[in-house]
């Protein structure tokens, strides 16, 4: 197929990677602090704190590899995707434990967006590597 009879990829298909990335981002912070808490008694605080650490660094991560791959409208990407991965994450915990969110996931979904909107941002401002300064 030549370039000019190629059919443009759909919309969607360019955030796949950032979500993956900060899904990926999340687990694995998430898992570390699972390893911390089964090696040593930590209070309830520190593990409140860790998870709200991982969820922001998740939307960030998901932000920023968005803004950086289109350089125009970080802010609402990066808070879109932010909130999006919070219902991934969401999803994913009511499907594992059974137990349906309360009120502190909108505080945990308003977080990410924030998150997500400042790496959003971050992306879109960002140098790219071999484009001289003007």
């Known amino acids: 197929m030549s370039r000019r009879t190629r059919r443009a990829a759909p919309w969607y298909r360019k955030y796949w990677l950032a979500i993956a990335g900060g899904l990926l981002l999340c687990i694995g912070i998430l898992s570390l602090g699972a390893l911390a808490a089964s090696l040593a008694d930590l209070p309830r605080?520190?593990?409140n704190s860790l998870v709200l650490?991982?969820?922001g660094c998740g939307a960030y991560l998901?932000?920023?590899?968005?803004?950086?791959r289109h350089r125009r409208h970080g802010l609402r990407?990066?808070?879109?995707?932010?909130?999006?991965?919070g219902i991934c994450v969401l999803?994913?915990?009511?499907?594992?434990?059974?137990?349906?969110p309360h009120l502190h996931a909108l505080v945990?979904?308003?977080?990410?967006?924030?998150c997500g909107g400042a790496g959003g941002i971050q992306g879109v401002n960002q140098?790219?590597?071999?484009?001289?300064?003007?």
């Not at 990407?77 to 991965?85: D, I, K, M, Q, T």
């Not at 999803?91 to 349906?100: L, M, N």
């Not at 140098?127 to 003007?134: A, D, S, Y």
């Open 45 to 47: 605080w520190v593990m």
């Open 53 to 55: 650490a991982a969820l």
């Open 62 to 68: 998901t932000g920023l590899l968005a803004g950086r």
């Open 77 to 85: 990407n990066g808070g879109l995707l932010g909130v999006l991965l």
């Open 91 to 100: 999803g994913i915990s009511t499907a594992c434990t059974g137990h349906v």
């Open 108 to 114: 945990r979904l308003v977080w990410m967006a924030v």
């Open 127 to 134: 140098k790219q590597p071999g484009v001289p300064e003007e």
